[in-house]
């Protein structure tokens, strides 16, 4: 039973993620906010509650697009229930990935003690 109640956050988590990226990518075209990428949706057990995790490429501000997330986040929830007619939509919140850019640090990091060492 307990592989049936994991599933069904993730299951759900990839759902959310399918048909979320079409509309953050509306929303950010229309507001010129650079490129919105999903990273991981993490569903809460209970199915109330999404963490979406994304990240920014291009000429988008970390801050102005997490305002623009903000404050379509009731929007985007009704269009997603609209499109998957779920009995109950969790609620969404939106969180910057920094993982990306911590690894980009770390792996200049891992190439610069590289190159440090073929010099000596």
Not at 10 to 35: F, K, M, S, T, V
Not at 66 to 77: T, V
């Amino acid at each position: 039973m307990s592989g049936t109640t994991t599933s069904r956050p993730r299951r759900l988590g990839h759902l959310l993620r399918r048909e979320l990226a079409p509309l953050l990518d509306e929303l950010a075209q229309e507001q010129g906010l650079g490129l919105i990428t999903i990273t991981v949706i993490d569903v809460s057990p209970d199915l109330r509650n999404a963490k979406v995790l994304y990240t920014v490429l291009g000429n988008g501000d970390r801050d102005r697009v997490a305002g623009a997330l903000s404050r379509a986040g009731g929007h985007l929830r009704h269009e997603l229930a609209r499109i998957l007619a779920l009995r109950r939509m969790p609620e969404l919140r939106f969180q910057y990935d920094e993982s990306v850019e911590r690894g980009a640090r770390l792996s200049r990091l891992i190439d610069q003690l590289g190159s440090g060492e073929e010099e000596s």
